[in-house]
């Protein structure tokens, strides 16, 4: 929601500057995103007059200006048709960054004559389209000549963008948060008769009856008033309306339409204007036929459904209720007689309709949130009074169709909830004060009226929310949660523990947390089985799945950081995968680009691979007290993980802990990466829990005698894993044997096809006394029948 700040103080009478009202409006709620000056970009930009002009020497096109802007005249260049003598336009100098063509302005020579800087167009200064000629002020800008341009056409009006959380509809319009300010004590709202200078607000007295138009559709479209205005002369708004519209990105279309949009955003109430020459009979609100089509105004033809509100004649649809207008019927420069429609659409309608045709609008937003019921004579009073003050042209009676859901809810309040539900203590008065400035009724027995603009408010927590967001949510005391005495209990679950515990070491491994989405599109969830859960209505088709992995958020969030420029991207996330028999934690963790640049000792830079994802694995897996030492590397990792380059751990053949390797190429394709991506996927769910052996940790105490250390020589099949043969070494005496691992493989020469020699280093470690050579020779032999089981025999 944008306005600016001079449009605020249309409804609000104050002096606060910019910094206060920011400060206020966040105070109270309503989160300020941003404050722009439109006028600082043209800061440097002044008021000219051309002095004189004459032919450029090389050039037919181009012509040599005296330009007075406010010193010694200046020498331009100027290939604009409408450069003249005596014309008042707007001159940058050296200097001045034209922020449409993108370049600063410099002493140049052009066809051999030096131009002083250049006479701007209105596309080349960003205030709209037009670029066939220079800006021409008029006479009446003779006295502002040197002036800076933004202060002679009131460009340095603040525009305040401010984010509204979708139970204040009644915020999505300048008066509403005007009508917060006012009750925050900055001022006072001024009454709507006063700002539209039209005395009291009442509907506007025509002659004749008013137009024909009815609702058949009491569930989509309750209420639907009209007035018609015949005789009317449609041309450019008036400069203030065109100001405001202009500052807040608006383009001013006609003085029709901009009504319709000033209106829509001062007040937060739609209108729709029409063009009664192209209707043809009546105008009914009514359900959509199916099939139906219409082309809004926005140029695209939407077909229909049976559940959707429109507003049709005899022959088609005009209008998509509440949402957008049609294009056969809207209102053209060469219009007499329109008819103004002010009309109640039902909220929940309206995001239906929306959401099926995926069209959104303005209107939509207001009217989705739900707009004043009880504001249709007064809404459509201001659309007719403007009207007819800037169009001109008679107005007809006022048509009444339907009756607006507009019936006022009473609460009854007790004041002292204020302190027992929101913490603050405030007197009663003031909380009366704080209502009534928000447009509540509050009765002696406090009874308080809910005004019909307040659809939030459903009970005496919202008056509580209320008064103590008006008084400060910052004046609430901290207080602490009274507890037993003594140290609490832990509060945190094993599966929270786990969380932290690896979350602290991927982060302590140099991985940098993501959080991404919990939907996905059904092509990212296609490779990993598709999506066991789809959402009927989804707020895009990208989001429509929930995820059955958390590689397409991760492998998106790397390419957008190798999109940036990073060179290597470490990324983890935890999450919930969901899968058809419920939710599975996951660590997922992705490595793409380079793992290490080039060096002059490596050449091109490195790639991570399959055994970087395999040490993260491991090392993770460790950290949340997973038995590493004792996990059976399996397998491919699946149809998402590279044919040959991925595996998984288990602890047993049946409960897989995590998968790991290489993505598939197809995979990285379709996300737009280059090169292999390593990855890792640990799922925490299956690793198991800790047996409890109480509190205290068992005291480290170092063996006292040193351990011994034999090497082992083995030929083996090429097949045979390493790590099978390592657990059958180590399985080989479990009492005498504490480590083994394999410190050679080799293949070539002197060692027969299909076979490979691996050496083991085992660590015998012995207990109260150290071993003897027999004792030693007895372990030797274990492990040597230990490998002979698993194919492998001692190289001689």
């Known amino acids: ?77 100027c290939g604009a048709p409408n450069a003249r003598a005596g014309m008042i336009g707007v001159f940058g100098p050296p200097g001045a960054y034209v922020p449409g063509s993108g370049f600063e302005l410099k002493v140049a020579a052009i066809r051999g004559v030096t131009s002083h800087g250049m006479m701007c167009s209105v596309r080349e200064l960003e205030l709209g389209d037009a670029h066939d000629g220079i800006i021409e002020l008029g006479d009446d800008a003779q006295a502002a000549v040197g002036l800076p341009y933004p202060d002679y056409a009131g460009l340095t009006d603040p525009v305040i963008d401010v984010a509204i959380t979708p139970n204040r509809q009644d915020c999505m319009g300048v008066r509403g948060i005007a009508r917060d300010l006012a009750a925050a004590g900055l001022g006072t709202l001024k009454p709507l008769g006063d700002v539209y200078r039209m005395g009291e607000v009442k509907p506007v007295v025509g002659e004749g009856p008013g137009p024909d138009v009815r609702t058949d559709d009491a569930e989509g479209c309750p209420a639907f008033y009209a007035q018609s205005v015949s005789g009317v002369s449609n041309g450019e708004a008036p400069a203030w309306m065109r100001r405001y519209l202009t500052a807040i990105g608006q383009k001013p279309i006609s003085t029709l339409v901009d009504i319709t949009n000033f209106v829509m955003i001062d007040l937060g109430r739609p209108l729709h204007v029409y063009d009664r020459a192209k209707l043809k ?78 069209l959104t609008s303005d209107a939509r937003q207001r009217f989705e949130r739900g707009v004043d019921p009880a504001f249709l004579d007064e809404g459509l009073a201001i659309a007719t009074w403007l009207v007819t003050e800037h169009c001109g042209g008679t107005p007809s009676g006022v ?87 003594g140290v609490a209990a832990p509060t945190a679950t094993a599966e929270q523990k786990l969380e932290r515990r690896v979350r602290r070491s991927a982060a302590a491994r140099g991985f940098h947390e993501a959080v991404t989405w919990s939907f996905v599109s059904e092509a990212e969830a296609e490779p990993f089985g598709g999506g066991a859960w789809t959402l009927a209505n989804p707020i895009s088709e990208d989001l429509k799945v929930m995820r059955p992995s958390l590689l397409p958020g991760l492998l998106s969030a790397a390419r957008r950081n190798i999109d940036r420029g990073a060179d290597g991207v470490r990324l983890f996330e935890i999450g919930r995968r969901y899968l058809a028999d419920g939710e599975r934690p996951t660590l997922t963790l992705v490595m793409a680009g380079e793992k290490s ?185 274990k492990v040597v029948k230990a490998a002979e089981q698993q194919g492998a025999v001692l190289r001689g």
């Not at 600016?4 to 910019?18: F, G, K, P, S, V």
């Not at 009366?432 to 408010?457: A, C, H, N, Y």
């Not at 390592?726 to 504490?738: E, N, Q, S, T, W």
């Open 281 to 358: 009979g009546a105008l009914v609100a009514r359900k959509a036929k199916d099939g139906e089509t219409v082309t809004a105004l926005n140029g695209k033809t939407y077909t229909l459904g049976d559940t959707m509100t429109v507003i049709a004649d005899e022959a088609q649809v005009h209008d998509i209720g509440g949402i957008m207008g049609g294009e056969d019927s809207g209102v053209a420069d060469d219009t007499t007689d329109v008819l103004i429609e002010c009309a109640y659409f039902d909220p929940d309608h309206i995001a239906r309709t929306g959401q099926k045709l995926v």
């Open 399 to 485: 048509t009444r169709s339907g009756e607006p859901p507009a019936t006022p809810l009473t609460i009854g309040y007790d004041p002292k909830r204020a302190e027992t539900l929101g913490g603050l203590a405030i007197d009663a008065e003031r909380q009366k004060s704080i209502l009534e400035g928000l447009g509540f009724t509050v009765s002696d027995d406090w009874q308080v009226t809910v005004p019909t603009w307040r659809r939030d408010i459903d009970g005496t927590a919202d008056l509580v929310e209320e008064v103590i967001r008006i008084e400060g949510i910052d004046k609430v005391p901290s207080t602490p949660i009274a507890r037993a005495p």
């Open 597 to 781: 640049p080039r060096a002059w000792n490596s050449g091109k830079a490195l790639p991570f691979d399959a055994f970087d994802a395999k040490t993260e694995a491991l090392a993770l897996l460790a950290a949340a007290g997973a038995p590493a030492d004792k996990l059976m590397v399996m397998g491919e990792a699946g149809e998402s993980w590279h044919p040959g380059r991925s595996g998984t751990l288990r602890l047993g053949p049946k409960n897989v802990l995590a998968s790991f390797g290489i993505v598939h190429p197809g995979l990285i394709k379709a996300f737009d990466l280059d090169g292999p991506v390593a990855a890792v996927e640990i799922f925490l769910d299956a690793i198991p829990e800790k047996r409890s052996t109480g509190f205290m940790r068992p005291a480290y105490t170092p063996p006292a005698l040193q351990a011994v250390r034999r090497d082992f020589a083995f030929l083996a099949p090429a097949d045979l894993g390493a790590d099978q043969l390592i657990r059958a070494v180590r399985g080989a005496d479990k009492k005498a044997i504490v480590d083994a691992r394999l410190f050679d493989l080799f293949t070539g020469e002197g060692i027969e096809e299909g076979k490979k020699s691996m050496a083991v280093e085992v660590t015998l470690q012995p207990g109260g006394k150290s071993f003897t050579d027999e004792e030693i020779k007895a372990v030797a032999d």
């Open 1 to 77: 929601m944008k306005f600016t700040l001079n449009w605020l103080r249309e409804h609000l009478d104050t002096d606060a500057d910019i910094d206060t009202v920011t400060d206020t409006l966040t105070r109270i709620g309503l989160e300020v995103e941003g404050v722009e000056n439109p006028g600082e970009k043209l800061s440097h930009f002044k008021v000219a007059k051309v002095l004189t002009a004459d032919s450029h020497p090389d050039a037919d096109k181009l012509q040599v200006l005296t330009v007075d802007a406010g010193g010694d005249p200046l020498q331009v260049v």
